[in-house]
């Protein structure tokens, strides 16, 4: 079972999610700065029968999206460990579960907003949020002190 949040749990997490989350976002950029450069070389290749490329600039340039991936991987595990759900890593766009009135439901954060404002069930998603209003904070749980 996921852990639950309470909002004040969720907001605490906020700066470091927020950290994780722009590092990812820029890893995630390089990523496909690198597989677009390699894509670049087999068009090449493809195109003119075989041309010579520069194998060092080739294999460079799979290191770099290697080890982005790696990177990416690592930072995208980190957030997950915290309990937080990545949506879109696009947008920055991350669920943390909870309890509201008996059924599990999301508190849901993007990149770049100063807190948590949304929540939303788990089958409505980002277009079904909804603001957190005092009927949410008197009645949403996270887990509870074991």
Not at 22 to 32: F, H, I, M, N, W
Not at 68 to 76: D, T, V
């Amino acid at each position: 079972m996921s852990k639950r949040f309470t909002l004040a749990e969720a907001e605490s997490l906020i700066p470091n999610v927020d950290r994780l989350l722009r590092q990812a976002v820029e890893l995630k950029s390089g990523y496909a700065n690198a597989a677009r450069k390699i894509d670049s070389f087999q068009e090449r290749i493809a195109l003119m029968g075989g041309v010579i490329v520069d194998r060092g600039k080739v294999q460079e340039a799979r290191d770099r999206r290697d080890d982005a991936a790696a990177s990416l991987r690592s930072l995208i595990e980190q957030v997950q460990e915290l309990g937080c759900l990545i949506k879109d890593l696009d947008i920055g766009l991350v669920d943390f579960p909870t309890t509201f009135r008996g059924r599990e439901v999301y508190l849901c954060w993007k990149l770049g907003e100063p807190s948590i404002a949304y929540w939303h069930g788990v089958d409505e998603g980002f277009a079904g949020r909804k603001a957190i209003d005092q009927d949410f904070r008197e009645h949403h749980e996270g887990d509870r002190a074991q």
